[in-house]
């Protein structure tokens, strides 16, 4: 089981910027897909961004490109989501999961196995 931080979460106003980080305690961090997904209170958990093993491919949402910018670094154990054109819709707690599944991209919340507490993002008006 991946043990999964993030970090990065909080207040910044419409058309700001923020960057969240996901730190795995798993050695072998290289082999998972991993997966950026957000929750809204009462609302289902829904995908947002995503990035193969090697780093060589990525997935993001219709709304999330452009926008979103989800990378690793393997060496640190730790996959990024860069967010810049922040909208209030946006506000949300965003989730980092990981998977060693073979199914990619990894939309679906049942496809990954490990998930993280949660970091809060808000965004003002």
């Known amino acids: 089981q991946v043990q999964l931080v993030e970090s990065g979460g909080g207040l910044v106003p419409a058309g700001g910027s923020l960057q969240l980080s996901c730190v795995a305690s798993?050695?072998?961090?290289?082999?998972?897909?991993m997966g950026w997904f957000r929750q809204d209170p009462g609302k289902e958990r829904e995908f947002v961004a995503a990035?193969?093993?090697?780093?060589?491919?990525?997935d993001y949402t219709d709304a999330g490109k452009g926008r979103c910018t989800i990378s690793r670094d393997d060496a640190k154990n730790t996959v990024y989501l860069q967010m810049k054109s922040l909208k209030p819709e946006d506000a949300a707690v965003y989730y980092c999961?990981?998977?060693?599944?073979?199914?990619?991209?990894?939309?679906?919340?049942?496809?990954?196995?490990?998930w993280g507490q949660g970091t809060q993002v808000t965004v003002s008006s």
């Open positions: 798993e050695r072998t961090f290289s082999v998972y897909n």
């Open positions: 999961a990981a998977t060693c599944g073979s199914v990619w991209p990894g939309r679906v919340v049942s496809e990954y196995n490990d």
């Open positions: 990035i193969i093993s090697s780093g060589d491919d990525t």
